[in-house]
């Protein structure tokens, strides 16, 4: 009986010797020599592996920063500036520096601003939607508000706000990946420049249509009338299809441009209440 | 002897309530919107602006490229703008706005009702009228027709099939052409033969319209070439693959065109438009459409111009009743619900069905049971279930092996689904997706 549990014992540790023999120069002749710094890279990193920077995640993006050699096209946005210089500083490379930036979904039409005219009862997706019909309310560049943008943010950054209409993107929690960006097929989700404090001027309206036509679709749609091209003096808003757009990096956020908007298609968000026309500032809080 | 498809199908009510109603003409209305973009391939580039003044039958709209056809006006009067407007597909597309007056046709249409059955030219010449003529595949998926016709190099049609089956449920536009015009639409499949320079043409009908079927077999005697076959009634028959299967057994192989297998199919509509483009020189400006519904008062067949608006022929029907839920174009398997009654009668629309609210219904969806009935009604053979996941979860390499492609959006498994799970809403923007990724690889 000893004698089996001897013999037992003794051909399994011939076998795991020898095994460990072979493993040893096995590892010894295939060693895969690896840069330590992809690992340190990657440490300082979010781990959020969001894919907002372009790579498949967080350690293609480390791998690609120390092949690279250089900064230049790679950039974190959920890390920002302060992560860019700890990587810089790892690999002894020059940072890049980025203002960091949020999405914001351009379009206001609410229930109360853009009256529903039919009902879709199909699977709610809003790329599905988008392929059958122009969407619910007359608007068709309008937000179709089914929340292919919230099932795509990895950061719990978008508030469905269902009954609404219209999702919230919280700016506290955005990280400006762009998944939301890519989600939309409405195209209505855009990267701007993030200020202090959270606050923007921003035109909330995709639609391209006439005057007319856009204004019986939704009643704070943007009719492209340029009072407000006429009011800016830093260049930042363009005219092109009916539509007004305030380009992020140009604006100063001088607020002159939302009080000559006959529709209230331009939003000024986070800003301390005017103090001339009060109520109307509130109005549009509300209305956000 | 009866024939069918061998793979899937299901067999939906018939409920075609207008079956025994004659074709009548619907008055003019008093302005059309003519969308330039009524087929498969590139829209049509508008020749009118506005002012301009039309007559019935004159080109409108040219086509711009060979996988494109002409639009011709079917009223006369003055063009009030070309502009945006929504047509059945959801979305505002370019069209020409026409105010009515008068009906005056141009003078190459040759308007008397008698049958011309002799024609003396050839086939290249057919092609080319055809062509003139705007003339698409009426059955629905508007195809040019001149197109077909043309096999690409190294293939030839042996057997030119004609689709009688209309196997939609409510449907019944091509079930009445075939009744009242039987001699205009044998001379159009003769037409077509020659333009294909075959021998064989068989007509398929489904054998829920055995009037149709006595009346054609009686005629098609004084017809050389031209056969009649019975089919047994299944959902989807008049889907072009399973159409060439009933009729001849043969597979059109995954990713082919019919041609591969020797087949050209064309619909009894489009023959009879062959008919009317040849032989009296009219362009294709006007069709046959059901107005149906259980709820509708008097479910019909008119005569219809393109371009008339659909609340027109609503009227005509009787009104829209008051329980409506969904108003389709086209029918309940693979018609598509109009957002509104503005959306004009365009050259695929082959009926109008009004649905009441309790029928239209769509439930909530619950999870699937793995019942795998879906992949037994599939007629194409794949398995919906799956494409239905990996579309949701957008594994498109997969789906595109597992040859979502192949799908022709026949509403077979979604109809049958225990579950009410929206399979094909998943396969359709699936297909869609795969569709561009293939299109993009090309480039």
Redesign the interface.
């Known amino acids: 009986m000893s004698i089996t549990v001897i013999y037992t014992i003794a051909t399994l540790s011939v076998i795991g010797t020898s095994a460990a023999v072979i493993l040893f120069f096995v590892a010894q002749k295939f060693k895969v020599n690896e840069d330590p710094r992809i690992d340190q890279v990657e440490e300082v990193l979010p781990s959020a592996n969001c894919g907002g920077c372009g790579f498949a995640g967080c350690r293609a993006f480390a791998e690609a920063c120390v092949k690279n050699g250089e900064l230049a096209d790679l950039y974190c946005p959920v890390g920002g500036n302060e992560t860019m210089n700890t990587v810089a500083s790892i690999l002894g490379l020059e940072a890049v520096k980025k203002d960091p930036r949020v999405a914001f979904i351009r379009c206001n039409g609410t229930c109360d601003h853009r009256p529903k005219?039919?009902h879709f009862?199909?699977?709610t997706?809003c790329?599905?939607a988008s392929?059958?019909?122009?969407g619910e309310s007359d608007c068709?560049y309008g937000c179709l508000g089914y929340g292919d943008c919230y099932d795509a943010c990895d950061f719990d950054a978008i508030d469905l706000r269902e009954g609404m209409g219209v999702p919230l993107i919280l700016d506290d929690k955005c990280v400006a990946c762009g998944a939301c960006v890519d989600a939309c097929p409405k195209d209505l989700i855009e990267l701007r420049k993030k200020f202090p404090k959270d606050r923007k001027v921003v035109v909330a309206c995709r639609n391209e249509d006439k005057g007319g036509v856009a204004r019986k679709a939704c009643s704070t749609a943007c009719i492209g009338c340029g009072k407000c091209q006429k009011e800016c003096k830093f260049d930042a808003i363009t005219i092109e299809n009916n539509l007004a757009y305030i380009d992020s990096d140009k604006c100063k956020l001088c607020r002159k441009c939302p009080p000559v908007c006959p529709t209230n298609a331009i939003l000024e968000l986070n800003f301390p209440p005017r103090k001339i026309k009060k109520e109307e500032k509130e109005e549009c809080n509300t209305a956000k | 002897m009866l024939k069918t498809f061998k793979l899937g199908g299901v067999h939906p009510p018939e409920n075609k309530l207008s079956a025994d109603k004659e074709i009548q003409v619907l008055p003019l209305p008093k302005s059309v919107f003519i969308p330039v973009a009524q087929h498969i391939g590139a829209p049509a580039t508008p020749t009118v602006k506005r002012g301009d003044e039309v007559k019935v039958g004159q080109v409108i709209a040219k086509s711009s490229s060979f996988v494109s056809t002409n639009i011709h006006s079917s009223v006369s009067g003055k063009v009030k703008k070309v502009d945006f407007s929504e047509d059945s597909s959801g979305y505002p597309k370019q069209g020409v706005f026409i105010d009515v007056a008068g009906d005056e046709w141009i003078d190459e249409i040759d308007r008397s009702e008698e049958l011309a059955r002799e024609f003396d030219i050839d086939g290249a010449e057919i092609i080319k009228k055809i062509q003139e003529a705007g003339i698409v595949g009426l059955g629905g998926a508007t195809f040019p027709t001149h197109v077909k016709l043309v096999p690409p190099k190294g293939m030839k049609a042996e057997v030119l099939l004609i689709n009688g089956v209309e196997c939609e449920p409510y449907l019944t536009s091509d079930h009445r052409l075939m009744l009242e015009k039987a001699d205009e639409i044998l001379v159009g499949i003769q037409l077509l033969m020659k333009a294909l320079n075959v021998e064989k043409a068989v007509i398929g009908i489904e054998n829920n319209k055995p009037n149709a079927i006595q009346l054609l077999s009686e005629k098609t005697k004084n017809y050389k070439g031209i056969l009649v076959q019975p089919l047994k009634v299944k959902y989807p028959q008049g889907g072009e693959k399973q159409l060439i299967k009933a009729v001849t057994g043969k597979e059109v192989p995954s990713g082919g065109l019919p041609i591969a297998v020797g087949a050209v199919v064309s619909n009894v509509g489009t023959a009879f438009a062959v008919y009317e483009a040849v032989q009296k020189n009219k362009p294709l400006f006007e069709r046959v459409v059901t107005i149906t519904g259980k709820g509708v008062s008097q479910p019909s067949n008119f005569k219809v111009r393109i371009g008339t608006s659909t609340s027109e022929l609503v009227e005509s029907a009787g009104g829209l009743p008051e329980s409506t839920g969904k108003v389709i174009s086209g029918g309940p398997m693979m018609g598509r619900a109009i957002a509104s009654l503005e959306v004009p009668v365009t050259k695929g629309t082959s009926g109008i069905l009004i649905m009441k609210e309790e029928e239209s219904k769509r439930k909530d969806y619950i999870a699937c049971i793995r019942c795998s009935r879906c992949v037994s009604v599939c007629p194409m053979g794949l398995e919906p279930y799956l494409l239905m996941t990996l579309s949701q979860k957008q594994i498109f390499d997969r789906a595109e092996n597992d040859r979502v492609m192949d799908c022709i959006e026949c509403g077979s498994c979604s109809y049958t689904c225990p579950s009410d799970r929206p399979l094909l809403d998943y396969i359709r923007f699936g297909k869609g997706k795969v569709g561009q990724i293939i299109r993009s690889k090309k480039k």
């Open positions: 005219t039919s009862d199909g699977a997706t790329a599905i392929s059958v019909y122009s068709q």
